[in-house]
């Protein structure tokens, strides 16, 4: 892989901004349930007294967010930054479609499955985008953009969802999520081709793109929105409602409709596997499976699986667990050290051994573990105050606590982001994690009437931008110190 250029050009900042949106869009997608959850349960026939029921909706997305992340990371190096974005996209606007359509709480779990996995592709390839086209030194205004925007999604989706529930549905959310994942793979499509490679392995292809196929695909799409939204006025129809008309049982899978969409899908796979300029490589898979290391991906995702379900599912007013918390946390450890394994034995591990072998590497992961787990706590744990505190009645009032402290990280990690040129990236992560730390003492002086007063704003808007103060240093610490062949 060639050296990044010492000057960037305008194409790629452009990449990187498209994909920075993107990550910002996904970012806002895993809060944007927050005030949604309630209207999307009656949806399905559930009372809101049956919040556990619907937790999978929150864990779905959850776990296809951490669990793919190893393995998409590593198709990343593999075939390319910008094919795994807009793969990474399509996957999210699928799932944005199947949980749109509401079809039943399966469907909808499956849909927030999709989401997450979608969403969840995007940090690693943007991350390496910034790896592609900056040099070390020059990385940190870049990824400060990039953890900014990220944080700012988490500030506006609670935001988004509340807007658009003034006005609409909530299935709104999720057909401009739709919209917005289609329209953002394809400006980077666009940019794609006229930016130029960011790899020398992933040059982009030239010459007239596969019509044929994108058709295919059209039709196999469409036919499948056709299949879980069922539109009335088309399923009423005297000629359309044919279509809609089950061949055996009344499953609307077995529907003409249904069967277009099979057909549809059958023959895109079979036209992409012919084509000259496909528009996925399905040929180029089988060595991408090989070389990305399946069996170690998905041992890694088990064992993230199984930590996420063990909390996730769990009903937070009378337990810590799942009720099968200690057996998905058993197999996580036994997923864990197979993990181990696989990676000391194996000819091409998914994460290469002394891959971390420096500090700065293994630091940064360690580092980041330890963030990441104090930020999920005030994440969890303000809300939860607010509620029992000065807003027992208004999830909404609560929510706007916690975007209190979200709204600085963005600030905080562009800040981050500008003292790298300046500051060694140690100090900086040190400060934020300090600063954090003194507002996390002073939050734990709070009593019952304490959000009541505007003081209580200060630790909150400290603890977010110590927090964002340590996210781009994290970042260039762990690029900086990966071989450029990881």
Known sequence: MSPP????????????????????????????????????????????????KAAPIVSGFLLGYIAMLPLIGRIADLRGRVPVLVG?????????????????????????????????????????????????EKRGLPLGVVGAVQELGSVLGPLYGAAVLAVSTWQTIFWLNLAAGLALAAALLVLARTSGPTRDDTQPPKGRPDVVGGLLAVTAVTALALVLTEPERLRTGLTTGLAFIPYVGDSRWST??????YVGALLFLVRELAARRPLVDVRGLRQVSGAADLPGA???????????????????????????????????????????????????????????????????????????????????DIPIFARVTTYPDS??????????????????????????????????????????????????????TSLESPTATVPLVLAGLGFGLAIAPVNAALLAATRTDV
Request: hydrophobic share 65%; net charge neutral.
């Open 88 to 136: 990474s996209l399509v996957v999210f606007s699928l799932g944005s479609l199947v949980t749109a359509a509401e079809y039943d709480l399966v469907s909808m779990v499956v849909g927030r499955f999709l989401q997450g996995v979608g969403g969840g592709g995007l940090v690693p390839a943007t991350l390496a985008l910034v790896a592609d086209i900056w040099v070390a």
């Open 395 to 448: 999830q909404l009032g609560a929510a706007l606590v916690l975007v209190r402290l979200l709204a600085a990280l963005p600030v905080g990690a562009l800040l981050g982001g500008y003292l790298i040129r300046h500051v060694p990236v140690g100090v900086i992560a040190a400060v934020g994690m300090l600063v954090a730390a003194g507002a996390f003492g002073w939050m734990a002086q709070w009593g019952k």
């Open 5 to 52: 250029p010492a000057r960037v050009g305008l194409g790629p900042r452009a990449l990187l901004v498209v994909a920075a949106i993107a990550v910002g869009f996904a970012a806002a997608d895993t809060y944007v349930v927050v005030l949604a959850l309630p209207n999307m349960m009656a949806s399905v026939g559930l009372n809101i007294d049956e919040l556990q």
């Open 298 to 380: 998905a041992l890694l995702g088990l064992a993230l699986a199984g930590i996420v379900l063990a909390f996730a599912t769990a009903d937070p007013e009378v337990q810590v667990f799942s009720p099968l918390g200690p057996w998905l946390l058993l197999g996580s450890a036994v997923a864990t050290a197979l993990f181990v394994w696989r990676v000391r034995t194996a000819a091409a591990p998914l994460i290469p051994r002394r891959a971390l072998a420096e500090r700065p590497a293994w630091g940064s992961i360690l580092v980041s573990f330890f963030v990441g787990a104090a930020l999920i706590a005030a994440l969890v």
């Open 256 to 261: 003409p409709v249904a069967l277009a969409c």
